[in-house]
């Protein structure tokens, strides 16, 4: 599914500067539910594959 399906718009990317290959996204969400399911589906397809994904956490924020 698409990420914009799922209620996504990716804001930025950024790439770590100490350990090559950790990226770090940053996701505006206009419906949570949808955004869970996504990430969770989007967790069981890369793990293992070549994309190279070895481990994700997703984090929902708030501005203080």
């Known amino acids: 599914e698409d990420q914009a399906h799922a209620g996504l718009s990716r804001l930025q990317l950024w790439t770590d500067a100490v350990q090559a290959g950790r990226v770090w996204i940053l996701f505006d ?27 994700s956490d997703a984090h929902f924020l708030r501005t203080a």
């Open 29 to 55: 969400v206009s419906d949570r539910a949808k955004a869970e399911g996504w990430l969770q589906r989007a967790v069981a397809d890369t793990h293992g594959r070549r994309a190279g994904v070895t481990a």
